[in-house]
């Protein structure tokens, strides 16, 4: 690989980049995306792979260190990096992110997981049993990040084996409140093509449990072995963490990024408006209450009560919301 120097010019304009950035003066000002060179596609601890996106050797991969002033760096993240070694890069800027999944560590601290994505794809399967809480917490954190969900159910192959009534009754509920929902079997290819057909020219990072078939996915979408698959049986149906960092991986017509699957979702980093805010539903609702502090349990005058009567809001839900609320007192 030729050695790749930056000209003055260009430090110059990452230095302001950088500055914007921290300023956040010029929030939306659109990514000038040929000013970057690389595109994050993995990390290990220190190490980064990027995949040179300019010159001779676009498409391949270089493993990069970050130069230290720059914040934690995550998939999808553009970048603009240099040759420093023979075999290695430096990273010396980062793009001003469009967007990120994020999730809070046991701090309640918000640890990025991808960055510029214009789908996150909420995975749950047949098994592990799905719940309705989980789901509700993926999708309150999504649309407080500003993000579009698409659900996926997985293992359909498998309904025919259990007491399906539940995951019935949940599809129906996400369904009915408009979220687009694939029902899929990454191990028969059923249901895939659609899936597909949304994900043209995007880029999707997929969430979800352990062992509910992520990297299976992936790799039924890619037409071949791209992503380390668990074995469920080994682990009593809880799946094994197979996958140990995010990794984006180039499919036909669009872009995958596969992550670590988590067994709970906390939202300590949130407030009860953005819980509320995440509940669809609910949240055109509760203005409508006659008390502003309506704690929607028993006070006269609740809107979400009259909502759950006449059947606009599921009694699931609320239980759902309410759950969610009570985690965080
Ligand atoms: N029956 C069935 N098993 C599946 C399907 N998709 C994945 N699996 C199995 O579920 C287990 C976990 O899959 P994996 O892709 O590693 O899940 P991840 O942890 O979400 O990435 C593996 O044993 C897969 O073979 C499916 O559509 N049907
Ligand atoms: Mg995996
Ligand atoms: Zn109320």
């Not at 009593?236 to 872009?255: E, N």
């Not at 509940?279 to 028993?298: G, T, V």
Request: charged share 20%; proline share 4%; net charge negative.
């Amino acid at each position: 690989m030729s050695k790749r120097r930056l000209s003055k010019q260009q430090r110059l304009r990452i230095a302001e980049n950088q500055q914007n950035e921290l300023s956040s003066a010029d929030k939306d000002s659109p990514i000038n995306e040929s000013d970057y060179n690389g595109r994050i596609i993995s990390h290990y601890g220190q190490q980064l792979d990027v995949e040179v996106l300019t010159g001779e050797n676009s498409t391949a991969t270089i493993r990069c260190h970050q130069r230290a002033n720059l914040p934690p760096l995550v998939t999808g993240d553009l970048v603009l990096w240099e040759q420093d070694t023979e075999e290695a890069g430096v990273i010396v800027a980062i793009a001003k992110r469009k967007n990120v999944f994020a999730r809070p560590d046991s701090q309640a601290k918000l640890k990025p997981l991808a960055a510029n994505i214009d789908y996150v794809l909420v995975v749950f399967a047949v098994v592990p049993e799905p719940f309705l809480n989980l789901i509700d917490r993926y999708l309150v954190a999504i649309n407080s990040l500003g993000l579009e969900p698409l659900l996926v159910l997985n293992k359909v192959d498998l309904l025919s084996t259990i007491p399906s009534e539940q995951i019935t009754n949940m599809l129906s509920i996400y369904r009915g409140l408009g979220y687009p929902v694939f029902e899929v079997s990454a191990l028969q290819g059923t249901g895939v093509a659609a899936l597909q057909a949304n994900l043209r020219n995007k880029i999707a990072v997929l969430v979800g449990q352990s062992g509910v078939g992520k990297s299976s996915l992936v790799n039924r979408l890619g037409y071949d072995h791209l992503a380390d698959v668990g074995d469920l049986s080994k682990s009593k149906y809880k799946g094994t963490h197979t996958t140990t960092t995010s990794r984006l991986f180039h499919l036909q017509d669009f872009d995958l990024i596969d992550s670590p699957g988590i067994r709970e979702f906390s939202l300590g980093h949130l407030d009860a408006d953005s819980v509320l805010a995440g509940f669809l539903e609910l949240r055109c609702c509760a203005a409508e209450c006659k008390f502003r502090d309506c704690s929607h349990s028993s006070e006269p005058g609740c809107a979400i009560q009259a909502a759950i009567e006449n059947g606009d809001v599921t009694a699931d839900r609320f239980e759902s919301f309410q759950s969610i609320l009570k985690s965080m007192e």
